[in-house]
Protein backbone atom coordinates (compact mmCIF):
# COMPACT_ATOMS: atom_id res chain seq x y z
CA UNK A 1 0.00 0.00 0.00
CA UNK A 2 0.97 3.42 -0.83
CA UNK A 3 2.20 5.51 2.28
CA UNK A 4 3.01 9.07 1.77
CA UNK A 5 6.35 9.76 3.60
CA UNK A 6 6.71 12.07 6.99
CA UNK A 7 7.13 15.42 6.35
CA UNK A 8 7.94 17.76 9.08
CA UNK A 9 5.90 20.75 9.89
CA UNK A 10 5.94 24.46 8.71
CA UNK A 11 4.25 25.71 12.02
CA UNK A 12 6.32 28.60 13.97
CA UNK A 13 5.77 29.51 17.47
CA UNK A 14 4.78 33.39 17.40
CA UNK A 15 7.45 35.56 18.81
CA UNK A 16 6.83 36.60 23.18
CA UNK A 17 7.22 40.21 22.07
CA UNK A 18 5.15 39.82 19.24
CA UNK A 19 2.41 37.99 21.55
CA UNK A 20 2.88 40.42 24.39
CA UNK A 21 2.48 43.45 21.47
CA UNK A 22 -0.88 42.16 20.58
CA UNK A 23 -2.52 41.12 23.93
CA UNK A 24 -1.51 45.12 25.04
CA UNK A 25 -3.30 46.06 21.88
CA UNK A 26 -6.19 43.97 22.53
CA UNK A 27 -6.18 45.28 26.07
CA UNK A 28 -6.30 49.02 25.28
CA UNK A 29 -8.85 48.82 22.74
CA UNK A 30 -11.48 47.22 24.64
CA UNK A 31 -10.68 50.04 27.28
CA UNK A 32 -10.97 52.69 24.92
CA UNK A 33 -14.67 50.72 23.82
CA UNK A 34 -15.80 50.32 27.31
CA UNK A 35 -14.09 53.99 28.04
CA UNK A 36 -17.22 55.21 25.06
CA UNK A 37 -19.92 53.44 26.45
CA UNK A 38 -19.28 54.59 29.91
CA UNK A 39 -19.12 58.36 28.47
CA UNK A 40 -22.13 57.52 26.38
CA UNK A 41 -24.38 56.02 29.43
CA UNK A 42 -23.25 58.38 32.13
CA UNK A 43 -21.33 61.33 30.81
CA UNK A 44 -23.56 62.18 28.11
CA UNK A 45 -26.34 61.89 30.60
CA UNK A 46 -27.93 65.04 32.90
CA UNK A 47 -31.27 65.91 35.14
CA UNK A 48 -33.83 67.86 33.85
CA UNK A 49 -36.03 69.37 35.67
CA UNK A 50 -39.54 70.35 35.40
CA UNK A 51 -42.27 72.32 36.96
CA UNK A 52 -46.09 71.07 36.62
CA UNK A 53 -49.24 72.92 38.54
CA UNK A 54 -51.77 69.97 39.09
CA UNK A 55 -55.21 71.38 39.68
CA UNK A 56 -56.92 69.17 42.54
CA UNK A 57 -60.63 68.92 41.73
CA UNK A 58 -62.16 66.76 44.05
CA UNK A 59 -60.49 68.29 47.03
CA UNK A 60 -60.82 71.61 48.89
CA UNK A 61 -58.37 73.94 50.19
CA UNK A 62 -57.94 74.29 53.75
CA UNK A 63 -55.16 76.13 55.86
CA UNK A 64 -53.84 72.99 56.94
CA UNK A 65 -53.05 71.99 53.52
CA UNK A 66 -50.77 75.02 53.64
CA UNK A 67 -47.81 73.68 56.28
CA UNK A 68 -45.65 70.80 55.45
CA UNK A 69 -46.28 69.36 58.91
CA UNK A 70 -49.93 68.84 58.76
CA UNK A 71 -51.08 65.27 58.07
CA UNK A 72 -53.47 66.12 55.83
CA UNK A 73 -51.00 68.40 53.91
CA UNK A 74 -47.81 65.07 54.19
CA UNK A 75 -50.68 62.86 52.92
CA UNK A 76 -52.10 64.59 50.19
CA UNK A 77 -48.67 65.13 48.80
CA UNK A 78 -47.08 62.00 48.96
CA UNK A 79 -50.85 60.70 47.27
CA UNK A 80 -50.11 62.72 44.56
CA UNK A 81 -46.71 61.98 44.65
CA UNK A 82 -47.20 58.29 44.07
CA UNK A 83 -50.07 59.14 41.33
CA UNK A 84 -47.18 60.94 39.63
CA UNK A 85 -44.72 58.14 39.98
CA UNK A 86 -46.82 55.91 39.16
CA UNK A 87 -48.26 57.14 35.51
CA UNK A 88 -44.40 57.24 34.61
CA UNK A 89 -43.15 54.32 35.37
CA UNK A 90 -45.46 52.57 33.93
CA UNK A 91 -44.97 54.46 30.42
CA UNK A 92 -42.32 54.87 27.93
CA UNK A 93 -40.21 57.10 29.99
CA UNK A 94 -40.20 54.94 33.36
CA UNK A 95 -36.09 55.07 32.63
CA UNK A 96 -35.70 58.27 32.28
CA UNK A 97 -38.41 59.29 35.23
CA UNK A 98 -36.25 59.59 38.32
CA UNK A 99 -38.24 61.63 41.14
CA UNK A 100 -40.99 64.38 42.02
CA UNK A 101 -41.71 66.27 44.89
CA UNK A 102 -44.91 68.59 45.95
CA UNK A 103 -43.18 71.49 46.41
CA UNK A 104 -46.18 73.30 47.41
CA UNK A 105 -50.00 73.42 48.08
CA UNK A 106 -52.06 76.38 47.45
CA UNK A 107 -55.45 77.74 46.76
CA UNK A 108 -56.94 77.45 42.98
CA UNK A 109 -60.67 78.47 41.95
CA UNK A 110 -62.13 74.57 41.94
CA UNK A 111 -59.55 73.07 44.48
CA UNK A 112 -55.95 72.48 45.30
CA UNK A 113 -52.99 73.49 43.11
CA UNK A 114 -49.92 71.51 43.81
CA UNK A 115 -46.96 72.48 42.40
CA UNK A 116 -44.71 69.55 41.52
CA UNK A 117 -41.13 69.31 40.12
CA UNK A 118 -40.28 66.58 38.31
CA UNK A 119 -36.28 65.39 37.58
CA UNK A 120 -35.50 62.89 33.96
CA UNK A 121 -32.82 61.47 33.06
CA UNK A 122 -32.26 63.38 29.61
CA UNK A 123 -28.86 63.07 26.92
CA UNK A 124 -26.40 66.34 26.61
CA UNK A 125 -28.06 68.23 24.06
CA UNK A 126 -31.69 67.66 24.29
CA UNK A 127 -33.47 71.10 24.23
CA UNK A 128 -36.06 69.98 25.95
CA UNK A 129 -38.93 70.30 24.31
CA UNK A 130 -39.37 67.18 22.68
CA UNK A 131 -39.07 65.51 26.31
CA UNK A 132 -41.32 68.10 27.66
CA UNK A 133 -44.47 66.82 25.34
CA UNK A 134 -44.26 63.45 25.95
CA UNK A 135 -44.00 64.05 30.09
CA UNK A 136 -47.09 66.25 29.40
CA UNK A 137 -49.15 64.07 27.24
CA UNK A 138 -48.28 61.05 29.49
CA UNK A 139 -49.55 63.03 32.48
CA UNK A 140 -52.75 63.57 30.77
CA UNK A 141 -53.95 59.93 32.14
CA UNK A 142 -53.42 61.17 35.92
CA UNK A 143 -56.78 62.50 35.17
CA UNK A 144 -58.24 59.15 35.47
CA UNK A 145 -55.62 58.46 38.64
CA UNK A 146 -56.68 56.61 41.93
CA UNK A 147 -59.11 58.59 43.91
CA UNK A 148 -57.94 62.55 43.09
CA UNK A 149 -59.63 64.11 40.32
CA UNK A 150 -57.27 65.79 37.81
CA UNK A 151 -57.67 68.66 35.88
CA UNK A 152 -56.73 66.96 32.72
CA UNK A 153 -55.05 70.47 30.92
CA UNK A 154 -52.36 70.01 33.48
CA UNK A 155 -49.17 72.41 31.91
CA UNK A 156 -45.59 71.66 32.30
CA UNK A 157 -42.72 73.74 32.23
CA UNK A 158 -38.77 72.58 31.84
CA UNK A 159 -37.09 74.88 34.73
CA UNK A 160 -33.19 75.40 35.21
CA UNK A 161 -31.18 74.27 38.55
CA UNK A 162 -31.47 77.62 39.51
CA UNK A 163 -35.41 77.86 39.16
CA UNK A 164 -35.32 74.20 41.07
CA UNK A 165 -33.18 75.74 43.98
CA UNK A 166 -35.24 78.47 44.08
CA UNK A 167 -38.36 76.50 44.85
CA UNK A 168 -37.17 73.77 47.40
CA UNK A 169 -35.76 76.62 49.63
CA UNK A 170 -39.11 78.15 49.82
CA UNK A 171 -40.12 74.89 51.45
CA UNK A 172 -39.27 74.22 54.62
CA UNK A 173 -36.57 71.38 56.21
CA UNK A 174 -35.05 70.68 52.75
CA UNK A 175 -31.30 69.45 52.37
CA UNK A 176 -29.04 69.33 49.43
CA UNK A 177 -30.40 65.64 48.26
CA UNK A 178 -34.01 66.79 48.15
CA UNK A 179 -32.93 69.79 46.68
CA UNK A 180 -31.49 67.58 43.51
CA UNK A 181 -34.16 65.12 43.97
CA UNK A 182 -31.00 62.77 44.47
CA UNK A 183 -30.90 59.36 45.95
CA UNK A 184 -30.80 60.32 49.97
CA UNK A 185 -27.46 61.06 51.47
CA UNK A 186 -26.11 58.81 53.97
CA UNK A 187 -24.99 61.28 57.08
CA UNK A 188 -21.59 59.74 58.09
CA UNK A 189 -18.52 61.30 59.96
CA UNK A 190 -18.65 64.07 62.06
CA UNK A 191 -17.95 67.49 60.12
CA UNK A 192 -20.85 68.44 57.91
CA UNK A 193 -20.13 70.11 54.50
CA UNK A 194 -21.95 73.74 53.12
CA UNK A 195 -25.63 73.52 53.28
CA UNK A 196 -25.55 69.95 54.88
CA UNK A 197 -28.13 72.11 58.18
CA UNK A 198 -29.10 75.20 56.53
CA UNK A 199 -30.97 76.14 58.97
CA UNK A 200 -27.95 75.99 61.72
CA UNK A 201 -27.50 79.65 62.97
CA UNK A 202 -24.22 80.61 65.25
CA UNK A 203 -25.50 82.80 67.79
CA UNK A 204 -22.18 84.71 68.96
CA UNK A 205 -21.95 87.09 71.31
CA UNK A 206 -19.24 90.25 71.30
CA UNK A 207 -18.76 88.17 67.82
CA UNK A 208 -17.65 85.01 69.37
CA UNK A 209 -19.67 82.01 69.12
CA UNK A 210 -21.46 81.56 72.22
CA UNK A 211 -24.51 79.46 71.44
CA UNK A 212 -26.69 77.43 68.96
CA UNK A 213 -29.73 78.28 67.30
CA UNK A 214 -32.17 77.32 64.33
CA UNK A 215 -33.46 79.39 61.78
CA UNK A 216 -37.52 78.82 61.21
CA UNK A 217 -38.21 81.99 58.99
CA UNK A 218 -36.99 84.90 57.21
CA UNK A 219 -36.59 86.86 60.12
CA UNK A 220 -36.96 84.19 63.58
CA UNK A 221 -34.43 81.49 65.16
CA UNK A 222 -34.93 79.43 68.05
CA UNK A 223 -32.80 78.77 70.76
CA UNK A 224 -32.48 78.06 74.11
CA UNK A 225 -33.06 80.66 77.12
CA UNK A 226 -30.19 79.72 79.67
CA UNK A 227 -28.03 81.49 76.32
CA UNK A 228 -29.13 84.91 77.10
CA UNK A 229 -29.32 84.37 80.91
CA UNK A 230 -26.60 86.90 81.94
CA UNK A 231 -26.62 88.31 78.31
CA UNK A 232 -29.76 89.99 77.14
CA UNK A 233 -28.69 92.67 75.59
CA UNK A 234 -29.62 92.74 71.58
CA UNK A 235 -26.96 94.68 70.82
CA UNK A 236 -24.43 92.36 71.85
CA UNK A 237 -25.22 89.71 69.77
CA UNK A 238 -25.44 88.72 65.82
CA UNK A 239 -26.07 85.67 63.80
CA UNK A 240 -23.88 83.79 61.66
CA UNK A 241 -24.66 81.26 58.77
CA UNK A 242 -22.79 78.44 57.30
CA UNK A 243 -20.59 75.70 58.76
CA UNK A 244 -17.36 78.38 59.87
CA UNK A 245 -17.93 80.34 62.78
CA UNK A 246 -14.98 82.73 61.19
CA UNK A 247 -15.83 82.17 58.06
CA UNK A 248 -19.28 82.72 57.97
CA UNK A 249 -21.46 83.09 54.57
CA UNK A 250 -23.47 85.68 55.87
CA UNK A 251 -23.49 87.32 59.33
CA UNK A 252 -26.90 89.72 60.53
CA UNK A 253 -27.11 91.62 63.82
CA UNK A 254 -30.13 90.89 66.09
CA UNK A 255 -33.30 93.09 67.20
CA UNK A 256 -34.98 91.15 69.71
CA UNK A 257 -34.54 88.45 72.09
CA UNK A 258 -37.51 86.87 73.84
CA UNK A 259 -36.71 84.62 76.96
CA UNK A 260 -40.10 82.38 78.37
CA UNK A 261 -41.67 83.92 81.17
CA UNK A 262 -41.57 81.02 83.13
CA UNK A 263 -37.95 80.22 82.23
CA UNK A 264 -36.72 78.68 85.71
CA UNK A 265 -32.97 78.37 85.79
CA UNK A 266 -32.82 75.91 88.91
CA UNK A 267 -34.71 73.11 86.71
CA UNK A 268 -33.90 74.32 83.12
CA UNK A 269 -37.84 74.21 82.79
CA UNK A 270 -39.05 76.20 79.70
CA UNK A 271 -35.57 76.79 78.36
CA UNK A 272 -36.73 78.61 75.16
CA UNK A 273 -36.01 81.78 73.32
CA UNK A 274 -37.08 83.54 70.22
CA UNK A 275 -34.43 85.71 68.45
CA UNK A 276 -35.10 88.44 65.77
CA UNK A 277 -33.38 89.68 63.11
CA UNK A 278 -32.52 92.81 62.50
CA UNK A 279 -33.61 92.78 58.44
CA UNK A 280 -34.92 89.61 56.77
CA UNK A 281 -32.68 87.27 55.42
CA UNK A 282 -33.05 85.92 51.10
CA UNK A 283 -33.19 82.21 51.12
CA UNK A 284 -30.52 80.16 49.50
CA UNK A 285 -29.49 76.63 49.01
CA UNK A 286 -27.24 76.74 51.88
CA UNK A 287 -29.34 79.16 54.13
CA UNK A 288 -32.99 78.53 54.57
CA UNK A 289 -35.61 77.56 57.30
CA UNK A 290 -36.27 74.22 59.05
CA UNK A 291 -39.91 72.75 59.43
CA UNK A 292 -41.41 73.00 62.55
CA UNK A 293 -43.77 70.26 63.64
CA UNK A 294 -47.38 70.33 64.93
CA UNK A 295 -48.21 70.35 68.82
CA UNK A 296 -50.06 66.84 68.42
CA UNK A 297 -46.91 65.46 66.67
CA UNK A 298 -45.67 62.41 67.61
CA UNK A 299 -41.59 61.86 68.84
CA UNK A 300 -41.10 58.34 68.73
CA UNK A 301 -39.18 56.41 71.53
CA UNK A 302 -36.03 54.92 69.56
CA UNK A 303 -36.23 56.24 66.10
CA UNK A 304 -32.89 58.19 64.46
CA UNK A 305 -32.45 62.13 65.59
CA UNK A 306 -29.46 64.64 64.09
CA UNK A 307 -27.76 67.08 66.62
CA UNK A 308 -25.57 70.04 65.58
CA UNK A 309 -23.35 72.70 66.58
CA UNK A 310 -20.26 73.75 67.44
CA UNK A 311 -19.86 73.13 70.69
CA UNK A 312 -16.39 71.63 72.22
CA UNK A 313 -15.53 68.03 71.28
CA UNK A 314 -14.81 66.89 75.14
CA UNK A 315 -16.28 67.89 78.41
CA UNK A 316 -14.30 71.17 79.63
CA UNK A 317 -12.83 71.77 76.15
CA UNK A 318 -12.88 74.55 73.76
CA UNK A 319 -15.63 74.95 70.96
CA UNK A 320 -14.83 74.31 67.39
CA UNK A 321 -15.20 76.11 64.58
CA UNK A 322 -16.22 73.93 62.06
CA UNK A 323 -19.94 72.48 62.31
CA UNK A 324 -20.53 68.96 63.13
CA UNK A 325 -23.23 66.87 63.14
CA UNK A 326 -24.15 63.36 65.73
CA UNK A 327 -26.62 60.67 65.07
CA UNK A 328 -28.62 60.27 68.04
CA UNK A 329 -31.17 58.18 69.06
CA UNK A 330 -34.69 59.53 71.11
CA UNK A 331 -34.90 57.86 74.59
CA UNK A 332 -38.30 58.00 76.47
CA UNK A 333 -38.69 60.17 79.52
CA UNK A 334 -39.69 57.43 81.88
CA UNK A 335 -35.82 55.32 80.36
CA UNK A 336 -34.69 58.89 81.06
CA UNK A 337 -35.93 59.40 84.81
CA UNK A 338 -34.66 56.17 85.95
CA UNK A 339 -32.53 56.26 89.18
CA UNK A 340 -29.35 55.11 86.92
CA UNK A 341 -30.12 58.35 85.05
CA UNK A 342 -31.56 61.70 85.77
CA UNK A 343 -33.51 60.32 88.30
CA UNK A 344 -36.97 62.57 87.71
CA UNK A 345 -35.18 65.61 86.59
CA UNK A 346 -36.68 65.33 83.16
CA UNK A 347 -39.51 67.08 83.58
CA UNK A 348 -43.09 68.30 81.10
CA UNK A 349 -41.47 70.23 78.05
CA UNK A 350 -38.47 67.95 78.14
CA UNK A 351 -37.12 65.21 75.66
CA UNK A 352 -33.95 62.91 75.86
CA UNK A 353 -31.90 62.36 72.83
CA UNK A 354 -28.24 60.14 73.28
CA UNK A 355 -26.60 56.78 72.54
CA UNK A 356 -27.13 54.35 76.13
CA UNK A 357 -23.62 53.29 76.02
CA UNK A 358 -22.70 57.17 75.31
CA UNK A 359 -20.25 58.49 73.14
CA UNK A 360 -22.25 60.86 70.71
CA UNK A 361 -23.88 64.01 72.59
CA UNK A 362 -24.51 67.79 72.56
CA UNK A 363 -21.84 69.46 74.81
CA UNK A 364 -20.63 73.22 75.83
CA UNK A 365 -21.19 75.64 73.03
CA UNK A 366 -24.02 73.16 71.28
CA UNK A 367 -26.57 74.77 73.77
CA UNK A 368 -29.66 76.43 71.77
CA UNK A 369 -28.83 74.36 68.68
CA UNK A 370 -31.35 71.64 66.99
CA UNK A 371 -32.18 68.31 67.09
CA UNK A 372 -33.90 67.33 63.93
CA UNK A 373 -35.72 64.52 62.49
CA UNK A 374 -36.46 63.71 58.69
CA UNK A 375 -40.09 62.63 57.74
CA UNK A 376 -41.37 60.42 54.99
CA UNK A 377 -41.09 62.58 52.31
CA UNK A 378 -37.91 63.81 53.33
CA UNK A 379 -38.23 66.99 55.15
CA UNK A 380 -36.26 67.41 57.81
CA UNK A 381 -38.52 68.97 61.50
CA UNK A 382 -37.13 71.16 64.82
CA UNK A 383 -37.88 68.21 67.55
CA UNK A 384 -35.62 69.84 70.24
CA UNK A 385 -33.31 72.25 71.49
CA UNK A 386 -29.86 71.89 73.15
CA UNK A 387 -30.73 72.33 77.01
CA UNK A 388 -28.56 70.42 79.42
CA UNK A 389 -27.29 66.94 80.63
CA UNK A 390 -24.40 65.93 82.92
CA UNK A 391 -21.16 66.58 81.20
CA UNK A 392 -20.98 64.76 77.74
CA UNK A 393 -21.52 61.81 76.36
CA UNK A 394 -21.47 59.40 78.98
CA UNK A 395 -22.97 56.29 79.49
CA UNK A 396 -27.17 56.68 80.55
CA UNK A 397 -26.79 60.17 80.68
CA UNK A 398 -28.29 61.25 77.58
CA UNK A 399 -28.71 65.18 76.26
CA UNK A 400 -31.50 66.63 77.37
CA UNK A 401 -33.25 68.92 74.77
CA UNK A 402 -36.54 71.39 75.03
CA UNK A 403 -39.05 70.05 73.04
CA UNK A 404 -40.35 71.94 70.27
CA UNK A 405 -44.22 70.29 70.47
CA UNK A 406 -44.81 71.51 74.02
CA UNK A 407 -43.78 74.89 72.91
CA UNK A 408 -45.76 75.12 69.68
CA UNK A 409 -48.35 77.83 70.25
CA UNK A 410 -45.55 79.66 72.27
CA UNK A 411 -43.62 80.13 69.22
CA UNK A 412 -46.74 80.60 67.54
CA UNK A 413 -47.83 83.60 69.53
CA UNK A 414 -44.11 85.40 69.64
CA UNK A 415 -43.43 84.70 66.43
CA UNK A 416 -45.74 84.29 64.11
CA UNK A 417 -44.43 80.87 62.61
Known amino acids: ?35 LLIHFLAFNQKACFYHSSFQILNVE ?40 HVVKLRNGSGGVIADVVMKFRCTRGNNGGSMKGRVQAILQKCSNSGNLEINPSTGITSITDHDTENFFTQECGARPDLITLSEERIIGGTLAEEGDWPWQVSLQLNNVHHCGGTLISNTWI ?4 HCFRSYSNPQQWTATFGISTTSPILKVRVRTILLHNNYKTATHENDIAAVQLERAITFTRNIHSVCLPEATHNIIPGSTAYVTGWGSITYGGSTVTDLRQGQVTIISSNVCNASTNYNGAVLSGMLCAGIPAGGVDACQGDSGGPLVQEDSRRLWFLVGIVSWGYQCGLPDKPGVYTQVTAYRDWIKEQTGV
Request: include cysteine.
Open 222 to 225: LSAA
Open 1 to 35: MYRPAWAPSNSRFLNPYIVCFITVAVVLILAVIVG
Open 61 to 100: YNDQLSSPATQECRSLSEKIESMIAKTLRESNLRNQFMRA
